[in-house]
């Protein structure tokens, strides 16, 4: 049944210098290759791939151009890639491509984006992203570079020299072919079979694979869990580094060791797509015991499940509480405070509870405005912009790309005839009828399913869904801002004094600090001292 496969098309800037493997094209179609592996109803149809890593630099891109033709043609069905900024130049940009695609029935999806443009809110999401994406190439190309060139200080791998599937050479880690293939299949048995990691460590002592540093011994479930929940496997590294004394940092944490973390995104080369590595946290949790973290995902606020304690590493949850007044007050709290108040022992060895103070949600909001401001992002006219553009959409007539769909069906159900004519004419034999049937069979059943995804599109265009969420959207300055903050923020690391936030699709990190607010005193944008950590 491969006809019934969504044809998936890959597109990426490639780097051709030698230093930089993690761009070639090879790593960059074993990437693509191995997420539309993951998943099943997908099938490569092609990776097209420009020279060139900046979104703003190139102005030719014939592989583009070509992919778009195949579009048109309709040789493909959907697009990948990962970055709107490595899409298109610009927001407008940006935007006449994935409609002119979307009328040919191709959908983009934005791996690191998370964005989809056959989602209702694709199109405005992408919008949202692509004007920051803009603006932030302009304003920081300079002083940041998108990420890609690291300094050295910060990528360098300390430590211990054998990591399973990488080895450590000058401070640089490079993928261990062999290990590596491994750690895929780990992968690919705990997501695409649905095996669990005692299984998986039977299966692989029983097909004679040596286990990571036990030589000899058989594996255990432990280290297939380790294969699966370390970050390096998707390319990045979890570094431990010393307090900085002045952030961060209070006394009782030093006492206890600890160290601040530093989370290096995209460091090094991948041997899983992070999709895929992501995919699988999620699996890990969802399999996790219900009740082991006490963590319910309920997205109710722009920065739900992004909230991270910097001492203990646990999840912010939301709190509110109704003043005097009847005004309702929210706050957010780590959720071992939450749950088992400030760290004791009570002679146990594993200390339960956590010193972390409460932070009130305006304190979130007023960070994320220091950070925004600091972007250079002006919110209000950027939001003008992205109604403006979303507004312009054009919408009549039937799209291009559901007339060619019923003409390719039209023509399909012809050929399906003629085979009948073929052997009742006795030109071709019954086993041959038999498979040609079966091919125009699983071409019709995707044709059907891509023409009602298509209506589906079409219609809700149509009744304007997307226009009245919009509307909702925009009426709302406080909504707005927490939209474009949901947008924006990947994650926040919240100590004693100052976060870390950390932007998505921008790599950037922002250290934010400020003197512990005083009680009933909201925290100002003036109290905050804001500064961009280098190239983490
Ligand atoms: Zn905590």
Redesign the pocket.
Known sequence: MTGAKLRVAAYCRVSTSQDDQRNSLENQRRYFAEYIGSQPDWELARVYADEGLSGTAARNRPAFQQMLSAAEEGEIDLILTKEVSRFARNTVDALACTRRLRRYGVGVVFINDGIDTRQNDGEFRLTIMASVAQEESRKTSERVKWGQRRSMENGVVFGCNNIYGFSLLHGRLTVKEDEAEVIRLVYRKFLNEGKGTFVIARELSESGVEPPRAKGKPWSSTMVLRLLRNEKYCGDLLQKKSYTPDFLDHKKQVNRGEEEQIYLRDHHEPIVPRAVFEQAQQELARRAPAGAQGRRCVRRYWCSGKLI?A??G?RFVPRRRRRAGGEVYRYWV?A??GRHGPRHTDGRETPDG?D?RMMPHQALCTCMDVVVERLGLDVGRLIRETAELVEQAEDGGVPVALERLRERRQRVLQRRGDALDAWLGHSITKEELDSLRARYDAALARLDGQERTLEAQWQAARTGDGRTALRAFLETEALRCEAVYGELLEQMRIGEGGVLVRLRGLAVTFRLQYAPPRRGAGLRPEDIRCTLLPDT
């Open positions: 304690c001492a203990c646990r780590c071992a405070r956590c972390m």
